[in-house]
């Protein structure tokens, strides 16, 4: 995707000429014949942002003409709003606190350029506000009154840069438009840029190194300029077109809030934010698939208070399970009263619900992925040696069953077809369905919002192709997201 600065100051710009694009803000608004191109990304830098200034209409114009704008009119909106500000304290309050805690004055303010901070040891906390404020330039205002709180949030034009900083403002630009995403648009154009946000010290990720760098590979041959990305590098999600989460997913973190602002922003995000919260809570799921006659081991959702009165019938042995666990944390199985009311007391601490579940015993669980309602990839997932769960954990070593991925076409049509129901009842995202087959009937156990897709595991049958596939949906849906806004 070719970037495109558009500003009202092009002559000091100029010193970014070389990497990038400089149009000058009347240029961009009234000649529409010539910037009405979709498959480009604004930068507006234009030294006023507020309502109805001429900043302001090149970023609601980009949005308009269906082109990718940074910033977007909602973080221009959101800098001024006092709600935002609070929302933000509130998200990064301990990181507020943990940089400037040191501070001897009671008022700080922090510049950021590009997502850096002329002290290194800000460049962190910089990139964290970057992040969150989507914008070139700005400084935010601190006070300390008993704790360190945000006072105002201020867009900066560049004639306001101090000239003590004005060599650090330039390698900061400098470096950003160096950048692989728009360093690569020089040589190659690319229709959209995606981030892909992995962890590769996560030891329960979705996806393994090797796995992401295909995904890679794949994307890049049609087309799509991907980047590998943390939470450390991230920089700001509105820089891209898409977003494909690899990292493990929970509500109570910040994957499910980037997920949300990069939906709001009008992204294709994979997780979306819908399937997080409710794939992640078990409570929801089993309501969920009861309710459309969808098969799962018999129920029991049990109260924090039923502790004190009398517990409902349950079979021994059963499983208990807390909501929002994943990676068999928060799964134990119970074998009478007394072992129930021992672990579900220790789990009535972080929820006020949990659920009880009849005990299938199977010598393997199937996994279907499934994406756009269609499957596609499918293993058996083996109990780990003289257990009754494919993943135990033994301090912090995990312990894998083995797996065998086969042919979806072969998997048993009962199979197939409930995890395909139980799916769509989530949305149109990328969803491993964990199932048990007993006889003739098929069990929905979970429904996980970012399964697995590891090399030489789940792509074992298709390969390459795998990769391809989900790629495929990022273009399809980037496509169909711009052709919608035009």
């Not at 129920?299 to 399970?321: A, D, F, G, S, W």
């Not at 007394?338 to 659920?355: G, P, V, W």
């Not at 005990?359 to 109990?383: Q, S």
């Not at 990328?430 to 006889?439: H, P, R, S």
């Amino acid at each position: 995707m070719k970037n495109i600065i558009i500003t009202d100051q092009v002559e000091l710009w100029d010193f970014l000429s070389d990497k990038v694009e400089v149009i000058s803000a009347s240029d961009y608004l009234f000649q529409n014949e010539i910037f009405n191109d979709k498959s480009v990304r604004i930068i507006n830098l234009c030294r006023n942002y507020d309502y109805q200034s001429l900043g302001y209409y090149v970023s609601l114009l980009a949005e308009a003409r269906g082109q990718k704008i940074f910033p977007s009119v909602m973080t221009i909106q959101d800098i001024n709003a006092t709600t935002s500000r609070a929302i933000i304290d509130a998200t990064i309050h301990d990181e507020i606190q943990r940089d400037l805690k040191n501070l001897k004055s009671d008022e700080f303010v922090l510049s950021v350029y590009f997502g850096k901070n002329i002290v290194k040891k800000h460049n962190p906390f910089a990139a964290k506000l970057h992040g969150l404020f989507p914008v070139p330039i700005f400084n935010v205002t601190f006070v300390r009154k008993k704790e360190w709180l945000i006072k105002k949030i201020r867009i900066l034009s560049i004639g306001e840069i101090p000239e003590t900083h004005k060599e650090f403002f330039i390698e900061a630009a400098n470096d950003y438009f160096m950048r692989k995403r728009f360093h690569l648009a020089r040589v190659k154009k690319y229709l959209y840029d995606v981030a892909i946000l992995f962890n590769d010290q996560d030891k329960t990720a979705p996806s393994d190194k090797d796995a992401i760098d295909r995904f890679v590979v794949a994307g890049e041959k049609m087309g799509l300029n991907v980047s590998p990305v943390t939470k450390e590098n991230i920089g700001s999600v509105s820089e891209y077109d898409g977003l494909f989460i690899r990292e493990t997913t929970s509500v109570k973190q910040w994957t499910y809030k980037l997920a949300r602002r990069a939906q709001v922003e009008g992204m294709v995000v994979i997780d979306d934010p819908v399937s997080m919260l409710r794939c992640t809570n078990k409570v929801y799921l089993a309501e969920l698939l009861q309710s459309h006659k969808i098969l799962v081991p018999e129920t029991v959702i049990l109260h924090r208070n039923l502790q004190q009165k009398q517990l409902p019938h349950i079979e021994y042995p059963c499983i208990l399970k807390r909501p929002d666990g994943s990676s068999s944390l928060g799964v134990v199985k119970v074998n009478d009263r007394e072992e129930l009311k021992h672990h579900a007391n220790h789990y009535f601490k972080d929820s006020d619900l949990i659920i009880a579940q009849n005990f299938l015993p199977t010598e393997f669980d199937w996994r279907i992925g499934v994406l756009d309602k269609k499957v596609i990839f499918a293993c058996k997932y083996f109990m780990v040696k003289d257990d009754w769960k494919i993943l135990t954990w033994e301090n912090e070593d995990m312990q894998f069953g083995s797996f065998t991925t086969v042919d979806p076409a072969e998997v048993p049509a009962a199979v197939r077809q409930t995890a395909l129901q139980a799916a769509a009842l989530i949305g149109d995202g990328l969803y491993g369905v964990d199932l048990k087959q007993i006889g003739d009937k098929v069990y929905v156990i979970e429904i996980n919002d970012n399964p697995n897709i590891e090399h030489e595991v789940e792509d074992l049958f298709a390969g390459d192709e795998l990769y391809t596939t989900v790629m495929q949906t990022f273009l399809q849906r980037l496509k169909m997201r711009h052709e919608h806004v035009q």
